[in-house]
Each structure stands twice: as structure tokens, then as C-alpha cells.
């Protein structure tokens, strides 16, 4: 995937907020953080192409620019949202 449009991702807040749903695939647009409204494991790519699999507790935000929020390998329930 081409990050060419997120070449700015560390300046400014997020313009705007998108629900996400695990996936086995890239998502439509990387995003700059997760927030993550459910405990558990959360498997991710992050924009420099690391997989990595934290554990977190309710109502907890990802600090990462992320390509991919993983089906396989996120444990974590209820809802997750990308700043974007």
C-alpha cells in the first residue's frame, strides 16, 4: 500500500473519525491512532510494516499510525475507531 497521503501524519490532530472492523487486509486509509472500547488482544501493521500484538484494557487509544487492524489475532470486544 502506497502511504503517500499520510506523508503528514505527525503534524496536527485528526481531521476525522472512522469505525473500524478487524480485517485480514489493509485498511481503506491508514490511520494515526485506535481507540479501542473493549479489553483484550489487538493485532496490528504499523505504517512502517511491523505486525505487533498488544494487550489493552478497556477504553484504551493506540498511539501508532496503523495500515491493518487484524481479524486474526484481536481478541479485544466492542467497538474500535481510527483517527484519522
Known sequence: MANDG???IASGPATTIDLITPADSDLA????ALF???A???KI???A???RTLTVPANYRIDCAMLRVWSTGTTSSGEMHGYI
Open 49 to 51: 510494516n511491523d505486525v
Open 45 to 47: 501493521t504499523t505504517l
Open 29 to 32: 486509509r491508514p490511520i494515526r
Open 36 to 38: 479501542v472500547t473493549g
Open 6 to 8: 499520510f506523508k503528514d
Open 40 to 42: 483484550g488482544a489487538v
